[in-house]
């Protein structure tokens, strides 16, 4: 399940990526929220996703909770651009309502699953290494 919220947010990351406009951006893309500019900026909030969930980011140690958190945000921020672009994601078949619709089983899913599984904590988890990462979700 973690893994598959990790790969899911590789599509709204692109899409963010593309849509911004961050030629004049005087902060250099790097969102930080003491900055006067960044708080009033209007792709601020896009923006703090990309910085909190950039490749660089360690996405696989963070806890389940803040990765399904920014999943729910960009199903939002998707969501926003299929509706301004006249999709209706149930009868629309291309990439971007194709990633709403598989976001949506998604979420039913890990819904299902967290209230059942608790899992280990996020930093035990961490120090199991790569090959326990999906155990708790995914069973
Ligand atoms: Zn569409």
């Known amino acids: 399940m973690r893994r598959r919220i990790i790969e899911a947010l590789t ?9 911004m406009d961050l030629r004049d951006c005087p902060m250099n893309r790097y969102f930080s929220s003491d900055q006067h500019v960044c708080q009033t900026c209007s792709q601020g909030e896009e923006c703090h996703w990309l910085n909190s969930n950039d490749e660089f980011s360690v996405l696989s140690e963070q806890p389940i909770e803040a990765l399904f958190e920014a999943f729910i945000f960009s199903i939002d921020y ?22 709403a619709k598989d976001a949506r089983h998604l ?8 209230v059942r599984v608790s899992g ?10 790569q090959k326990n990462v999906q155990s708790d979700l995914d069973q």
């Not at 979420?107 to 967290?114: A, D, E, F």
């Open 11 to 19: 599509y709204p990351r692109m899409l963010m990526m593309s849509r």
């Open 120 to 129: 280990p904590s996020p930093s035990r988890q961490a120090a199991q290494g």
């Open 107 to 114: 979420v039913r899913r890990y819904k299902g699953q967290s």
């Open 78 to 99: 998707v969501d926003a651009h299929i509706s301004r672009d006249g999709h209706n994601f149930r009868h629309c078949a291309c990439e971007t309502c194709t990633w």
